[in-house]
């Protein structure tokens, strides 16, 4: 890659991180807010207190894995590798 | 004075010693390191980090020591809307590695950068906005470490029943001591070894607060009974809307601009380690910050009055402990809100101390071309680290009383500053030295100001006027002055290859 791919990378990744941020804003509103109305109990807790904790994190860590699969790519951080040890 | 759990101490005593071994350790296995770049071996340990230590010291300073006793003990009065509130933080990791980790490695490398400082410094080629932001660091660092240490030591008397001058002597002199010894590799080590003691003290706990309480369905059943609004999101309106909103800035998004998480970028090995510490970060953030409010809630089974005959929210924790954990294990349930204080402590700590050497230190010197020594730079190094680390250790021996707020206040207040200079100022071209200038301080001072006088917007926390303020002042900043070089710009912004061909043999 060149610099100028590896920066155009980056700048992909980091919207996409931007993106599954706001994603997972909108998944916790659902698990929480959006699920406080249900009847019923799990492990006897209501259902949106399980959803939006466990929920929400579990759903964060299948976002995190599904961005570093299919958009983070790997690269190599020194444009010059001798940098490391001038002189 | 002297009547206290012996028995509380010798584990504790034992985890210590081994942080200082792993400080001695790191020193000596560095040497080499030490010896051709000091700077940047002390402050950054050398670009070397795996993912797993990536992911576990960014973690161990991002959860302080009121993630472990403040927080839980809200869980106590609010219920499940506090871990709805808490859980926001699974964001904090993924987010600021996501989009800084790579661009904040590759232009360290590119300009031999230590710290989010330097960058900043190349990007908007100015001495006075780099002199506020390393300012700006060492003043809100010291208020947050004063915060640490006076939590852990508060913590460490109530569970003890040794006195708050010891705990304090105790922990605090080891972590001044394993930071400065071992520079930022210790910090990384120990902190992993920290969050490690995190999880294992939160598992233990929750296993003796059910134990105690009678067991899982009984708890629960109980609070169903007495404590019907802790089953709601707002919490009977304890826990209101505007509370969260403000939560997701301010422990949330706002968290990817602190600089001593930034600063972390710049020290993993590759980007492979970059991807795996996303995920396990995300991982271990949410599994901290879930279990050790889930067992705040719990706690409900082991104390079972009024909050006020507690004396208070951040008296329940340590309440709990001892109660609920047999005489021979507090030692060990103990260790891990400590850890908790230590890990962010020795976190800010390097990062502090990198401030004053590298970003004013020795940019004096080389303005004024001189090349100190290493045996000088060493020396400097770990005076100053051990400097800083005395005064707020001195600060925390006569405790300011707004210590807890003074710790959040800090937070928001390295936010505004940081936020729109780092994010802007990395993704885009348009942002000008005036502009940062303009948002880092005057977002700065209304954060500041509006803080002072109390002043709120719609009942929210300050920090979305901090965060308002700076974010208009960096566009007019940005509209109205100039833009930066050319041949700044195009080192951080490369050009499309065949203008670039020239350019990369300099």
Redesign the interface.
């Known amino acids: 890659m060149s610099e100028y791919e590896k920066y155009q990378q980056i700048k992909r990744e980091a919207r996409w991180t931007g993106l599954a941020l706001f994603v997972l804003i909108l998944f916790w509103i659902f698990a929480g807010f959006g699920l406080s109305g249900l009847p019923g109990e799990v492990l006897g807790m209501p259902v949106w207190a399980l959803t939006s904790s466990v929920g929400v994190w579990f759903f964060a860590i299948l976002l995190v894995k599904l961005l570093t699969a299919l958009v983070f790519k790997d690269m190599e951080l020194d444009a010059e590798k001798e940098a490391e040890q001038h002189e | 004075m002297n009547n206290g759990n012996l028995a509380a101490l010798l584990p504790l005593l034992s985890f210590m010693a081994i942080m200082v071994g792993i400080g001695i350790y790191v020193r000596r296995v560095q040497a080499r390191g030490f010896a ?1 770049n000091f700077v940047q071996q002390y402050f950054i340990g050398n ?1 070397d980090l795996s993912g797993f230590v990536l992911a576990m010291t960014t973690v161990a300073t991002y959860s302080s020591v009121s993630s472990f006793v403040g927080g839980p003990g809200m869980a106590w009065q609010i219920g ?1 809307g506090w ?2 509130m808490a ?2 933080q ?2 904090a990791i ?2 600021v590695l ?2 800084f980790g ?2 904040v ?2 232009l360290s ?2 300009f ?1 950068a230590v710290t989010v400082v330097d960058i900043i410094r190349e990007r908007f080629q100015s001495d006075g906005l780099a002199s506020m932001a390393a300012f700006i660091i060492v003043l809100f660092f010291c208020a947050t470490m004063t915060a640490q240490f006076v939590g852990g030591a508060k913590l460490f008397a109530a569970v003890t029943g040794y006195s708050y001058e010891m705990g304090l002597l105790l922990f605090g002199l080891v972590v001044v001591a394993y930071t400065s010894i071992g520079g930022f590799r210790a910090v990384a080590l120990t902190d992993t070894c920290c969050a490690v003691m995190m999880m294992i003290g939160i598992v233990l706990l929750l296993y003796y607060v059910l134990q105690a309480g009678g067991g ?2 009984n708890i ?2 109980s609070i169903h009974a007495n404590h019907p609004e802790m ?3 707002l919490s009977a309106g304890h826990m209101p809307v505007g509370l969260y909103l403000t939560q ?1 800035i301010l422990v949330g ?1 706002c968290t990817i601009a602190l600089p001593q998480s930034v600063v972390r970028g710049i020290s993993y090995k ?3 380690s970059l ?1 795996h510490a ?2 396990i970060g ?2 271990v953030v ?2 901290m910050n ?1 279990g050790i409010n ?1 067992t705040g809630i719990l706690a409900h089974g082991v104390l079972t009055d009024s909050l006020q005959s507690y004396g208070g929210v951040d008296n329940i924790i340590p309440k709990t402990i001892v109660t609920a954990m047999p005489q021979a294990l507090v030692g060990f349930a103990i260790i891990g809100p400590l850890a908790a204080s230590i890990s962010t402590i020795s976190g800010l700590l390097i990062v502090a101390a990198s401030a004053i050497i590298k970003d004013v230190y020795l940019h004096e010197q080389q303005k004024k071309g001189i090349v100190p020594t290493v045996g000088k730079l060493r020396l400097l190094s770990m005076s100053v680290t051990a400097a800083i680390g005395v005064i707020v250790f001195v600060i925390a021996l006569t405790p300011p009383s707004l210590i807890w707020i003074i710790n959040m206040f800090a937070f928001g207040g390295l936010e505004t500053a940081f936020f729109w200079t780092l994010l802007l100022g990395l ?1 885009w071209r348009r942002a000008n030295k005036l502009g940062a200038i303009l948002s880092m301080g005057g977002g700065t001072l209304a954060y500041c100001l509006t803080q002072g006088m109390g002043l709120k917007f719609m009942g929210l926390h300050q920090i979305t006027i901090g965060i308002t303020v700076s974010l208009l002042f960096f566009l007019l900043g940005a509209y109205v002055g100039k833009p930066q070089d050319r041949q700044v710009l195009a080192k951080f ?5 065949e203008k ?1 061909a020239a350019a ?1 043999s300099k």
Do not use: C, Q, S
């Open positions: 051709n670009h499940f871990i709805y859980v926001v699974v964001t993924f987010l996501g989009i790579k661009r490695a590759m490398r590119k031999d899982y369905t629960m059943a089953l709601e999101p997701w998004i590759d980007t492979k991807h996303m995920i995300t991982i949410g599994f879930i889930f993704f912004f490369p050009e499309k290859p670039k990369v």
